[in-house]
């Protein structure tokens, strides 16, 4: 399998992981670069993400799910994810839920 199939299946499966709150809203998807030797991949994301937020973690899921699918859908061994943040965005701030606004009575 050609090594940018591989790419392209590997940076669908980062966006999986990073569906949610977690995915920068403006920031660019996700890119990934394969290297393809003997049915083993070496895969490397470059993404986006948000900040503040739990950046370890989010690199931990992208790493599964990219392993996770590449062997699923391309029959290959991922022995190596290496999750690259290109960029930290600031985080959308989120109106204060509960709270009473100013002024009414």
């Known amino acids: 399998m050609a090594d940018r199939v591989v790419a392209k299946i590997a940076a669908q499966a980062a966006r ?7 995915r920068p ?37 992208v790493r599964r799910r990219v392993s996770e699918r590449v062997r699923a859908l391309a029959g ?3 022995p190596e994810v290496a ?3 290109e960029r930290l965005r600031p985080a959308p701030a989120t109106p204060a ?5 100013e002024g009414a009575s």
Do not use: F, N, W
């Open 25 to 61: 809203k403006d920031g660019g998807a996700p890119h990934a670069t394969v290297a393809v030797r003997h049915d083993i991949a070496r895969v490397r994301i470059s993404l986006e993400l948000d900040y503040p937020s739990d950046i370890g973690q989010q690199c931990g899921a």
């Open 97 to 101: 839920r509960g709270r009473a606004q």
């Open 16 to 22: 999986e992981a990073l569906r949610g709150p977690s």
């Open 83 to 85: 999750v690259l943040v």
């Open 76 to 78: 290959m061994d991922v």
